[in-house]
């Protein structure tokens, strides 16, 4: 079964690189929910952040992980 879509396009492509990379993406109640792999890591994608700089600062987060 398919995941439902981001609205913010860049927050969308962000999941999809995510799924992409082996991540499991679920969605919940007001955010989507990132799982690595390996289980160690865990983030949110919230589904109408307020920060301009949100999805910058979700990939560094995402980056410094080390199963990115």
């Known amino acids: 079964m398919s995941r439902q879509k981001h609205k913010v396009k860049e927050l969308e492509a ?19 929910r990132l799982r690595c792999g390996c289980g160690k890591h865990m983030t949110w994608v919230h589904l109408s ?20």
């Open 49 to 68: 952040p307020s920060n301009p700089r949100y999805e910058q600062e979700k990939r560094q987060k995402l980056h410094g992980t080390g199963c990115w």
């Open 14 to 32: 962000l999941l999809a690189e995510a799924e992409s990379k082996g991540w499991r993406v679920d969605r919940k109640a007001g955010y989507f």
